[in-house]
DNA sequence: CTTGACTCCGTACTATGGTACGGAGTGGAT
DNA sequence: ATCCACTCCGTACCATAGTACGGAGTCAAG
């Protein structure tokens, strides 16, 4: 059987959609194992490498910080690991999402009520975005002092 | 009637519910604008300084970044500005936000159906949430092989 | 053998939104 | 008068996810 040739970092990064430098970072961030090099120093990354870039880029688009996508990673050394565990990661991330969700539909509906407010002709010191905006929180606690009172 | 007395920065923080370095680094940023001092260099700020912080921390929460609460703030200079210029950058935020909600929403559909599809019992080796992540770029829906290039 | 593209490296820089540090000067309570 | 929290400043640093730079060395085609 035939060894598939080695790709250099330009043909990885071609193959796998990213710069030359990206890969070089996150060989440094420890997402990408280090290749065996050429005698002059080139690096030599496996076929599997191009999978591996794809993974990563793939898994950010859903969210998972690079961080988090070692852990994914690392995941894979881990002998009794099974799939399980990436489910529970991905279910934890599931979470996370639906928690954005949430933060987001409230900023739009403060958002959309702003706007709904808005009397457009009014100069702006009367502007009640702008107003709402700065009025003071919920609730105002006690103030020890520091230094007077 | 009594003018309100200046506030340094301590108290200016406190109140708005900031790091005193984070006023300065706001005024650095040009958010803040650059307050009076004493004789001796300290920053006195005027009470609607607490009203300005809290409208950039609010601002901050419903998805504007600095520089667009910048934008905001500078309209106020703006002599004919109006309420619905700012009713406008609202609105551009309320599509932003939609537009977050909608990718977000994909993301987490993309990572349920992952879980879905895990039989929680295989080894990793075999994850389909792996595998599937590693697979090549969007369905090739173009069946000639990739040649080398 | 020359040329031009590619690769190497360390380091610095981008943007975002702050935090931290350290030494010097200030101010007000005791 | 002393004490010490508070404030000043410039600068450096944090995390995140890369990108850019520049000089040196390498590879392969012509």
């Not at 496996?46 to 690079?66: K, T």
């Not at 934890?92 to 808005?118: P, W």
């Not at 700065?134 to 520091?146: F, L, T, V």
Request: charged share 30%; with cysteine.
């Amino acid at each position: 059987m035939t060894v598939t040739a080695a790709l250099r970092t330009g043909e990885l990064a071609e193959r796998a959609g990213v710069n030359v430098e990206t890969l070089r970072f996150y060989e440094r961030q420890g997402l990408l194992p280090v290749p065996p090099r050429r005698t002059s120093g080139y690096r030599e990354y496996p076929a599997e490498a191009v999978d591996l870039v794809r993974f990563i880029r793939r898994a950010q688009h859903l969210g998972f910080s690079l961080r988090e996508i070692k852990e994914l990673l690392n995941l894979r050394a881990v002998p009794r690991a099974t799939c399980a565990d990436v489910a529970g990661l991905a279910q934890r991330k599931i979470e996370d999402v639906d928690a954005k969700i949430r933060d987001l539909r409230a900023v739009r509906s403060a958002l959309a009520e702003l706007v709904n407010e808005c009397p457009r002709a009014a100069p702006l010191a009367q502007c009640p975005i702008i107003e709402s905006l700065s009025r003071e929180p919920i609730p105002k606690r006690d103030h020890r002092p520091k230094r007077k009172s």
